[in-house]
């Protein structure tokens, strides 16, 4: 995220500010970038930040579709640059990055150097939504977990699903109530401080299904504020057939999986000059060209053909394949009081704890930009010569894609100044027990259009150092 | 269950998840989103080798896969560059998909399945036989109706749709095979040392700067 992106409220009156600025998360992105390995490039464009000389891989070199993207975008005045993804394009320095993140700590230094000594760069094969068996894309399960287990200071209990967290007569947490799945018992977990990332929604709904005598609404929520200012990403899709694509030579187009170039929103001064009715931004993800077939890629031929089948039908698809590209916009929702889970008074899961139902709305602000999505690639695909598939949805309310499909869940414990307004405080701690953290996409006060995994790492990284600090101290 | 001309189980299942996660990356999110349905379980291993049935039973009696092989071949004949669908076990894949119990694939089958039925039923109207009995010429008369969504006539648009469906079906399964793939030439998922971008000769097909 960058510095608007902190500040919403304060920029243009909506939404909610985070306790913190983008300059207090600054180092910790650096160090996420560092440890996890992004590629990318520093373009020095308004509200999306640089990283410091050093720290991001090269990126690919563009597909030809994501050229022809790039020119047709420039006469639009939208820009096209390397995207930034979480996929090693060469070796890490792991002696150079290990003791960037541990210059005081060799032996956490060494540990960490070997882990990384164990990820390969991309081969520029196999799907990484996959798994990916070389460690070239970042994965907790390959690149945080085996380093950890190496300290020696890591347990993993699997198959625990946890019901509640415990809490003390004197009001601190304990532990959590878990029942093992493979067996049905329950079982306690005891702790010193307790940290929640179960994902946004579901730390909430733990928090809530954690009432006692001390906390009859659920632990930590004094506010009320759990589970409220759920928010998920603003999704609209639009795909175009580019006839210049057609009869080019075919090449190896595979790359790493996913845009080599992405647009960031542009449009900042329109939006403050009130050039635009709607406040909030986009990205544009781009896909297409030659990439793996599968069911889907061909969905579009009735459109462009006619219908057919036989032998007409495999000439088409030698014809249109790998002319085929498309967009997705990724845009920014400003919470709102609509938009909230609460545990279901009826309904339990598998193992007998309840669930969470939801509530939630888009509002204008969303919907207008959904329609502004549509409108923009509708133009980018004119502008490239090609042929809109379907047709463009300029009615937001339709074009937007429903809550929870672009799976960006985020909110729902809030971070905050003020224990009133909030469930935690710029620590991820909660206000109301203080040996409580929440670090995962639960705390987040407004959801850019940035994705949101690189910011609850880096969160969650400056919520543990002030946790150790506290622990250090005696205060924990 | 041992016919030799089916496909090993573990294949299939294989193949229709590569082919299902593959769609796009742009549609990913969609995919496994929505609200929970009532749960199916887990899902397979892929390291396992499975029996037919051995963990969600397949679908198509006889008589139907008598006529998905025929639609198939009606769709995706043999031709020079590439063989047949049912010469590249498409029936087998089309099976697996819409007996999976996954949101996507069993929306799927509700669209297959009635117009499997509505197919023989008009081939028996037309031309008294089920629909693999026809000639090539009576089976052609049939798809000429239906394999257009939009310009299918007057009580064809639900046949044209199952059509669509069931073509986009019998394309993703075939062309997600190493044959299917060599035919649209799909030249990747090879490992390589580094990628280069586009080469020259697309440079300049492209007039790329």
Redesign the interface.
Known sequence: MGPYDFKPRSRDGLGIDWPYTYDDLAPYYDKVEALIGVFGSNEGLENTPNSPPGILLSPPRPRAYELLIKNASAKLQVPVIPSHLAILTQALDAKKVSALLHPNDPRAAGTLTDAMRNRLPCIWATPCGRGCAIRANYQSTTVHLPPALASGNLDIVTDAMVREVIVAPNGKATGVHYIDKKTGQEVQARARVVVLAASGCESARILLNSKSGLFPDGLANSSGKVGRYLMDTVGSDLSGQIPALEGCPAYNEDGVSGMHLYTPWWLYQQQLSGKLDFPRGYHIEIGGGREMPGVGTFEDLDDLTGGGYGKKLKEDARRYYGSFVGFSGRGEMIPNEDSYCEVDPDKKDAWGIPVLRFHFKWSRHEEKQAAHMQKTFAEIIDAMGGKVLGKPQLDGKKAIAPGGSIIHEVGTTSMGADPKQSVLNQYCQAWDVKNLFVTDGGPFVSNADKNPTLTIMANAWRSCEYLLGAMKKGEL | MDDPQRMDRRQAVKWML?????????????L????ARS?YGTDPNLLEVYKPGDFWPLTFSKEQRRSVAALCD????A?E??PSATGLKVPDFIDE?ISAPYPRQQADAKVVLPGLEWLDAEAARRFHAPFADLSEAQK?KI?DDL?????AGRGFERA?QF??KF???A???F??TPE??K??????????A??????P???A??K??
Do not use: H
């Open positions: 590569a082919a299902s996660a593959t769609v796009s990356i742009l549609q990913l999110p969609t496994g989103g929505g609200p749960g009606v769709i995706l004949p031709d560059r590439s998909w052609n798809c394999c257009s969504v939009q310009k044209a059509f669509a073509r986009e079906l394309m993703g399964g062309y997600s299917g793939m035919d649209i030439q799909y030249l990747g998922n090879v490992p390589l580094k990628f280069d971008g586009p080469p000769e697309v440079v097909y492209l790329l700067p």
